[in-house]
């Protein structure tokens, strides 16, 4: 069965340092989703990616996000300037044309902010 | 009052035993439902959708009451593979991708 997969695993990095957290959603699929869970805590939607652009974002999603498609198949999300508070299981999902749902999941990474 | 709120658990049941998970939402003009499964430190795992007539897969039956904004999964003859935190997620209308997540109930089913 075709499935996300996302790169690294574990992301340790220090505060203030640039992070890219890299996933390759399932081929056929053309929404991408960025979500995070802060251990302890719900899972929240970051933002969602179609045709090329930004189809809505969170107020989580501030300036010091972006996210970017490079190519035909990986789907990036950058934080510029990492915070402690970054610190979270972030995942990266996908879902068809047919839009919405189900949204498949990767199996995340972890980042840690020193 | 949060979005989606969820019975916060833990539960610890015996094996076989039925166990019931609520949720309740704010949003009256939400539109899709959901139960999703998560292991520890794992990716969450669509469990179910949940439709307004209800549905059941295998030991699983999810209802649901729009008048009542609630949202409810039974797990039946439970097993110890079922230990998990479940998750009630919903989308909003007019905007069906973004999913909005309830904290989940941890169940802990044991021997």
């Known amino acids: 069965e075709p499935e996300v997969t996302q790169t690294p695993s574990h992301q340790v990095t220090q505060m203030g340092q640039e992070v890219i957290l890299r996933c390759v959603p399932i081929?056929?699929?053309?929404?991408f989703y960025w979500y995070r869970q802060i251990l302890g805590q719900k899972v929240e939607f970051l933002v969602s990616?179609?045709?090329?652009?930004?189809?809505?974002k969170s107020e989580i999603f501030d300036d010091q996000f972006s996210v970017e498609r490079p190519d035909g198949s990986n789907f990036t999300l950058k934080i510029r300037s990492t915070k402690l508070e970054d610190s979270a299981m972030y995942f990266c999902?996908?879902?068809?044309?047919?839009?919405?749902?189900?949204?498949?999941f990767g199996d995340g990474t972890r980042l840690s902010i020193l | 009052r949060k979005e989606v709120e969820q019975d916060p658990g833990p539960f610890n049941v015996p094996e076989g035993a039925t166990v019931a998970f609520n949720c309740t939402y704010s949003?009256?003009?939400?539109?899709?439902f959901f139960w999703y499964r998560q292991d520890c430190r794992k990716e969450p795992k669509l469990l179910m959708s949940?439709?307004?007539?209800?549905n059941e897969d295998g030991r699983f039956t999810a209802q649901l009451n729009r008048a009542s904004q609630y949202i409810s999964l039974l797990i039946r003859d439970s097993k110890l593979s079922d230990s998990a935190t479940y998750l009630c997620?919903?989308?909003?209308?007019?905007?069906?991708?973004?999913?909005?997540w309830g904290l989940g109930t941890s169940l802990a089913v044991n021997p």
């Open positions: 997620v919903v989308t909003n209308a007019g905007n069906n991708r973004k999913l909005i």
């Open positions: 949003n009256s003009a939400s539109q899709s």
């Open positions: 949940v439709y307004s007539s209800g």
């Open positions: 081929s056929n699929h053309l929404y």
């Open positions: 999902a996908s879902s068809d044309l047919a839009g919405g749902q189900p949204q498949h």
């Open positions: 990616f179609y045709n090329n652009e930004i189809s809505e």
